[in-house]
C-alpha cells in the first residue's frame, strides 16, 4: 500500500533492537483517514471471505481493528493481557511474549465472544516473530472456530513471523512489508 510505505519513509524511526517507532501516525497518535484507507484495503483484500468477527490483542491493534470492522460490518473482539490467570472455565487463555517489552502474558478471552459459528479475521498494527498473531490463532482453535486470514498493517520481513503464519497455510496480507531497516534507510519487498 503505497501511502503507508510513504508514510512510514516520512515520519518511522528505527530504534535500537529492530524497533519502528510509527507513534505519529499510528500506534500512539493515530492517523484516521489512513487507517480508513487501511480498513479499505483489508476489505479490498478479504472481499471474498465470509467474516463474522475481527479479533485483536490489546492495546495497539484495538483502534485499527474498530476502524477496519466499520468496512466488515462485524464485531471487534480483543484479547486483554491479564495478570491473573482465571481458572474458572470462563474465559481461554493462552501466553504470549511480547517483542516490544519481552516479557510473557498471559492472554484472556470471554468464551461468550467466540464461538465455533465464527470465522474469524486476525488483525494486528506489526508482525515480528508472530508470537501475538500464533497466540490469537491458539484463541481461535480453542474456540473451535474458522481462521479466514490476517491483516497486518506493517510486516517485517525479516523477522520469522511472515513465515511460520504463510506456512500454516493461512491468508496473510501485510500491507506494508519491510525487507530492512536501519537508522537511515528502511527498504521494502
Ligand atoms: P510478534 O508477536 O510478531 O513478535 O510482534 C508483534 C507485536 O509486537 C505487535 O503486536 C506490536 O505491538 C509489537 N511490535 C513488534 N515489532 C514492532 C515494531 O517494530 N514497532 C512497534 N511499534 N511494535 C512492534
Redesign the pocket.
Known amino acids: 500500500m503505497e501511502l503507508l510505505k510513504q508514510r512510514i519513509l516520512k515520519d518511522g524511526t528505527v530504534k535500537p533492537g529492530?524497533?519502528?517507532?510509527?507513534d505519529s501516525f499510528l500506534?500512539h497518535q493515530m492517523d484516521i483517514p489512513l487507517i480508513n484507507e487501511i480498513g479499505k484495503e483489508f476489505k479490498r483484500r478479504f472481499a471474498d471471505k465470509e467474516i463474522t468477527k475481527i479479533l485483536t490483542?490489546e492495546a495497539?491493534?484495538i483502534g485499527i481493528a474498530c476502524i477496519t470492522a466499520q468496512y466488515f460490518n462485524v464485531p471487534v473482539v480483543f484479547a486483554k493481557k491479564s495478570h491473573s490467570i482465571n481458572l474458572d472455565g470462563e474465559m481461554y487463555m493462552t501466553t504470549v511474549e511480547?517483542?516490544?517489552h519481552k516479557n510473557v502474558s498471559n492472554v484472556i478471552l470471554a468464551k461468550r465472544y467466540l464461538t465455533s459459528d465464527d470465522h474469524v479475521l486476525l488483525i494486528?498494527?506489526?508482525?515480528?516473530?508472530?508470537?501475538?498473531?500464533l497466540g490469537l490463532i491458539d484463541i481461535v482453535k480453542e474456540a473451535g472456530a474458522t481462521v479466514e486470514g490476517a491483516g497486518i498493517v506493517i510486516e517485517?520481513g525479516f523477522q520469522s513471523?511472515g513465515q511460520t503464519i504463510r506456512d500454516m497455510g493461512i491468508q496473510l496480507e501485510s500491507l506494508a512489508i519491510i525487507d530492512s531497516m536501519d537508522d537511515t534507510t528502511v527498504t521494502f519487498r
Open positions: 529492530n524497533v519502528l517507532k510509527v500506534n490483542i495497539s491493534g511480547s517483542f516490544t494486528d498494527d506489526f508482525l515480528a516473530n508472530g508470537c501475538a498473531l517485517k513471523g
